[in-house]
């Protein structure tokens, strides 16, 4: 009874084969990254801005998702509360950033601040 071989199943036998060959020492481990690129413009003050409406209202939403990022980091930063609460519930953003926030990330901010009078609060 003649058959083709599958080079599916070869491949598969292999890699079992290699998977045994492998002794207890042999642990491989791996590090992984990861990049989130966030845009928090937006954060204007509403009388200055002049927005109405659904403007209005989506930059009160942008404006307290930051001000909930800015909890979040003064609660990461500060050492005599390492085990206080971290609010990453209260945004959006915090909850889509809490992995590259806590634990043992490391997160770099960029920021670009105009040096315009009209700026200054």
Known sequence: ???????????????????????????HHYMSGKFHFVDLAGSERAH????IGDRFKESIHINSG??????????LSDVKKKSTHIPYRDSKITRLL????????????????????????
């Open 66 to 75: 930051l001000l909930s990022l800015g909890n979040v980091i003064s609660a």
């Open 48 to 51: 200055k801005t002049g927005n």
């Open 98 to 121: 809490k992995d590259s926030l806590g634990g043992n990330a490391k997160t770099l901010m960029i920021c670009c601040i105009s040096p315009a009078s009209s700026s200054f609060d």
């Open 1 to 27: 009874n003649w058959s083709e071989p599958n080079p599916v199943k070869d491949k598969r036998q292999q890699d079992t084969n290699c998977l045994d060959d492998l002794e207890e020492d042999e642990v």
